[in-house]
């Protein structure tokens, strides 16, 4: 069970849309529409952006969107602020259990 | 409003069994749907899971972790504990536990627990 695959860091001026990829198998990725996103700024808990696939809990912004295509599930953010700067995991359900990304940090430049 | 928090303790020795346990308010592990879940983070490293339980008692492991591991719960003290044998010092990292409302999603996290191991 290896680590879904994500860029090592992307980065976006303000006001820019950047796109975080995660790239597993059909066996995770490819095989559920189970696939959520985290956001963790430095020295605190992950905080849930995206939940099946597309679905957005309530207070996350709309600026933050998620898709799937194959194998690969993405996550967008549009109209990049300064207080996005953190890092990304992505994670996926694989035959009974879940498997995390290997994390995105993403800067504002 | 759901809240979570990590207890055990911050210094084990390798060899020795780890024993985390997790104390929730604002949601029941007897409501239909629901889990708990246990995620690690090495220093400066990626997040890994590690257990869940669901509120039928049905438990998940990490295939690769799943020899050293049990979840169980108190669903009358609302707790969730993790055991871990046989520590290594690998298996330094931040200790968090997490609400699963669903098939997907951990809509609430802990502030985590540092776990050092070390001789």
């Known amino acids: 069970q290896s680590a879904l695959t994500q860029p090592a860091s992307v980065s976006g001026s303000p006001g820019q849309s950047i796109t975080i990829s995660c790239t597993g198998t059909s066996s995770d990725v490819g095989g559920y529409n189970y696939v959520s996103w985290y956001q963790q700024h430095p020295g605190k808990a992950p905080k849930l952006m995206i939940y099946e696939v597309s679905n957005r809990p309530s207070g996350v912004p709309d600026r933050f969107s998620g898709s799937k295509s194959g194998n690969t599930a993405s996550l967008t953010i549009s109209g990049l602020q300064a207080e996005d700067e953190a890092d990304y995991y992505c994670?996926?359900?694989?035959?009974?259990?879940?498997?995390f990304g290997t994390g995105t940090k993403v800067t504002v430049l | 409003q759901i809240t979570l928090k990590e207890s055990g303790p911050t210094l084990v020795k390798p060899t020795q069994t780890l024993t985390l346990t997790c104390t929730f308010s604002?949601?029941?592990?007897?409501?239909?749907?629901?889990?708990v879940g246990w995620i690690r983070q090495p220093p400066g490293k990626a997040l890994e899971w590690l257990a869940l339980i669901y509120w039928d008692d049905d438990k998940r492991y990490s295939p690769s972790l799943k020899s050293r591991l049990t979840i169980t719960k108190d669903t009358s003290k609302n707790q969730v504990v993790l055991t871990m044998t046989n520590m290594d010092p690998v298996d330094t990292a931040t200790y968090y536990c997490a609400h699963s409302f669903g098939p997907d999603g951990l809509g609430g996290w802990g502030q985590g627990t540092l776990v050092t191991v070390s001789s």
């Open positions: 604002g949601f029941s592990l007897s409501t239909s749907g629901v889990g």
């Open positions: 994670s996926s359900y694989t035959s009974s259990f879940y498997v």
